[in-house]
């Protein structure tokens, strides 16, 4: 996101955790499940009934590193150790929202719904255009509790209306589908403290991604190729999430794959073809990467993330 040099604007999660020291509790996820009321205890003290999410206390790496669902007395034993915590689970929609926050309270958001696959991957995310307003008034409200000191952009992850995860900086992975005027105003928001987006270009859009399975390395495709997919009409942009030079075991990945790429697009037929083509590249079936909708035994209101 192009944004002026003298204005620190914290885009991954190191940055943000820095950034801003009197905020960064809420990385702790044990808390935010405390603050909200939710059923949850650290890794010492047994859940009355199962099943529950067991997840690491604080996570800066994302992605679902280290999660699971505990289904027993013989899993919490086996999998929910040190650094860990266990919340209840939740059903329902997951939705990614990006607050712009000041002192507090919410001046714009956007939300994005996550269509799931399997083991905490996605098929790919709907950037829309609606509001939300029940979603918007629980998050207003637990906001204004939380950090009522806080200015500046706040992501918030949730399931069912409740909170599972939060982060002091915006979704980068879909930040291009905001509009044109978007990335100035956030840097507006940190270099002056205020809103002012006039937010009239509002169009639905999609965050398509492939994954490929674990325990194989992946080379990028060839550039010239990469440069006419993200020439096609509908595509925003592609993103490369992994690097080649580096270990598998160095990326964060979730249990059920390895991201290599994400497409942004305003229109989903055009960025699933564009996947399905990139999936033959780095040899994989491409008919597997061409579905619209999430599978049977994994419908979009079951606990699929892993965060």
Not at 87 to 112: K, N, P, Y
Not at 244 to 255: G, I, K, N, Q, S
Not at 291 to 307: E, G, K, M, Q
Request: glycine share 8%; proline share 5%.
């Amino acid at each position: 996101m192009p944004i002026q040099s003298d204005v620190c604007i914290p885009s991954d999660e190191i940055d943000a955790f820095n950034f801003n020291s009197a905020h960064r509790w809420i990385y702790n996820k044990l808390l935010v499940a405390r603050s909200q009321g939710l059923e949850c205890g650290l890794h010492d003290a047994a859940p009355s009934r199962y099943p529950v999410f067991c997840k690491p206390v604080i996570n800066l790496r994302g992605m679902g590193a280290g999660s699971c669902i505990l289904f027993s007395e013989r899993d919490y034993r086996a999998k929910c150790g040190v650094g860990d915590f266990w919340m209840r689970v939740l059903t329902g929609e997951q939705v990614s929202t990006d607050f712009a926050v000041v002192r507090g309270e919410i001046a714009w958001c956007r939300h994005t719904l996550a269509i799931p696959a399997e083991a905490g991957t996605f098929d790919y995310w709907v950037v829309e255009e609606r509001a939300r307003p029940r979603l918007e008034r629980y998050c207003a409200a637990w906001i204004g509790a939380n950090l009522t000191a806080y200015t500046g952009i706040l992501n918030l992850e949730t399931i069912g209306g409740r909170i599972i995860d939060a982060h002091l900086r915006f979704s980068d992975q879909w930040a291009d589908l905001y509009g044109r005027k978007w990335s100035d105003a956030v840097a507006r928001l940190y270099r002056h403290g205020s809103w002012d987006l006039i937010d009239a270009e509002r169009a639905e859009g999609y965050s398509v991604v492939l994954f490929g399975p674990h325990g194989q390395a992946y080379a990028y495709p060839d550039p010239d190729l990469m440069a006419a997919y993200e020439r096609t009409v509908g595509i925003s942009s592609i993103q490369l999430t992994f690097s080649e030079d580096r270990p598998l075991d160095d990326h964060a990945m979730p249990p059920g794959g390895f991201r290599l790429a994400v497409i942004n697009c305003f229109n989903l037929d055009v960025g699933l073809r564009i996947r399905a083509a990139m999936a033959r590249e780095f040899g994989l079936p491409a008919e597997t990467y061409r579905r619209r909708t999430p599978s049977a035994s994994f419908p979009a209101n079951a606990l699929s993330v892993w965060l």
